[in-house]
């Protein structure tokens, strides 16, 4: 069975730093897809980061280009987005996918992590 657990949600003030985490169990990396997506109040959910297992590429929406970075532990088969010079606009609920193919978009995911609250005060 895949679970994917997050941690590290929080209130931080405008250009600060956060690092997400997202525990994984039930299959490795070199297997799947991962990514991170957020959801804004009122807003659909959107793609943020991700790796494709298959060739290696990361992908990074051009809202977070250059401030957020995915990586992943494979020893610890945990993957983490470090969110840098955060923005009153990142508020929103952060989630962790995977997904055999790929984690770009939100059609399609296969799994889903529970969420966490990041929040961002100007």
């Known amino acids: 069975e895949v679970q994917l657990v997050e941690s590290g949600g929080g209130l931080v003030q405008a250009g600060e730093s956060l690092r997400l985490s997202c525990a994984a169990s039930?299959?490795?990396?070199?297997?799947?897809?991962i990514g991170w997506f957020r959801q804004a109040p009122g807003k659909e959910r959107e793609g943020l980061a991700s790796?494709?297992?298959?060739?290696?590429?990361?992908y990074y929406a051009d809202s977070v280009q250059g401030r957020f970075t995915i990586s992943s532990d494979n020893a610890k088969n945990t993957f983490y987005l470090q969110m840098n010079n955060l923005k009153p606009e990142d508020t929103a609920v952060y989630y962790c996918?995977?997904?055999?193919?790929?984690?770009?978009?939100?059609?399609?995911?296969?799994?889903w992590g529970q969420g966490t609250q990041v929040t961002v005060s100007s």
């Open positions: 996918a995977a997904d055999p193919t790929s984690c770009t978009s939100v059609a399609g995911i296969y799994y």
């Open positions: 039930g299959f490795t990396f070199d297997e799947y897809a």
């Open positions: 790796i494709t297992s298959s060739d290696g590429i990361t």
